[in-house]
């Protein structure tokens, strides 16, 4: 199994729909969780960072970690095209010196 | 100002052939990594070096071979290629600390016939 599953996609949505990205983990002892954007025949980019069960906001991203479920998601509300990429569910240990990845989501947002 | 770089960008090359990746971050960091992402974008960490040392190698066949002539660059050396090396390669670094936030390079897309 796994340390980190991530929902598989491929999903495609209407511009301005609400997207739930998702992530479930095994590791209890991950303490950081991170969400990578990559665009296509790009690297990844780190788009937000959390540390803590609740939710974190930046424009129209929204990070939520519910360590009790080890559950994460990432939210966008009014999804525009230039949302379109793969998305990157991350998490790691304090210290541990590396992170570990889930396997992305591709989203699609059409005009 | 390009944080982390790496060449060449793209890499067609023979089986059997022996071919380098270099990469550079500029961002003082002192952790680098080499991560491989297959056709299916799962992005699997290969190695990592802290300040010239290997602390990561994860199962990686021998004909990979890391060299960290210091730590701002980390290179990548592949003997003997083969068809399944195909993928793309990225170089990352991070500052450490507690978050492990990792700076991704454009990546370089092997393709091995």
């Known amino acids: 199994q796994k340390e980190v599953e991530q929902d598989p996609g491929p999903l495609s949505v209407p511009e301005g729909a609400i997207v739930s990205l998702n992530c479930t983990y095994s590791?209890?002892?991950?303490?950081?969780f991170m969400w990578y954007r990559q665009y296509s025949r790009k690297g990844p980019e780190l788009l937000m960072y959390?540390?803590?069960?609740g939710n974190k906001e930046d424009g129209r991203f929204t990070a939520q970690v519910d360590k009790s479920s080890k559950y994460i998601s990432l939210f966008i509300r009014d999804s525009q095209p230039s949302d379109s990429a793969t998305y990157l569910c991350?998490?790691?240990?304090?210290?541990?010196?590396?992170?570990?990845f889930g396997d992305g989501t591709t989203l699609t947002v059409k005009p | 100002d390009t944080a982390v770089s790496q060449t060449p960008k793209y890499l067609v090359t023979q089986m059997g052939n022996d071919k380098s990746i270099k990469c550079e971050q500029n961002?003082?960091?002192?952790?680098m990594y080499w991560y491989k992402q297959d056709s299916k974008k799962f992005l699997k960490i290969m190695f990592s070096?802290?300040?010239?040392?290997?602390?990561i190698n994860e199962t990686v066949p021998n004909r990979f071979s890391p060299k960290s002539p210091d730590k701002a660059h980390l290179n990548l050396h592949i003997n003997s290629l083969e068809l399944g090396d195909s993928a793309v390669y990225f170089c990352?670094?991070?500052?450490?600390?507690?978050?492990?936030?990792?700076?991704f390079g454009p990546g370089t897309r092997l393709t091995v016939l």
């Open positions: 990352a670094s991070t500052g450490g600390g507690s978050t492990d936030t990792q700076y």
């Open positions: 590791n209890s002892a991950f303490q950081y």
């Open positions: 070096y802290n300040n010239k040392e290997l602390i």
């Open positions: 991350a998490m790691s240990v304090f210290d541990a010196g590396k992170s570990t």
């Open positions: 961002l003082g960091h002192d952790t």
């Open positions: 959390t540390y803590s069960s």
